[in-house]
């Protein structure tokens, strides 16, 4: 609800100080993006991490083992 209400307050203040109403709504999708990323970073992270392990495992070869 916090959200929402924030969210409608950056759409009503922008024109407010004459700045076009484009910006309010590029503004609104840059915060909704970040929002999403910060929420799933965990798992943004641990998927790249497990992913950056194999990438070892395929460049030491088979029977060899990753040297970092």
């Known amino acids: 609800m916090l959200a929402a209400f924030f969210l409608s307050l950056i759409d009503n203040v922008l024109p407010l100080f004459q700045a076009p109403t484009e910006y309010a709504e590029m503004t609104i999708g840059v915060l909704i993006l970040l929002a ?10 641990a998927r790249f991490c497990s992913s950056w392990g194999a990438v070892g495992r395929l460049r030491a070869g088979q029977g060899e083992t990753p040297s970092g």
Do not use: D, F, K, M
Request: negative net charge; hydrophobic residues 60%; without cysteine.
């Open 36 to 45: 999403l990323l910060l929420y799933q970073a965990p798992e943004l992270l």
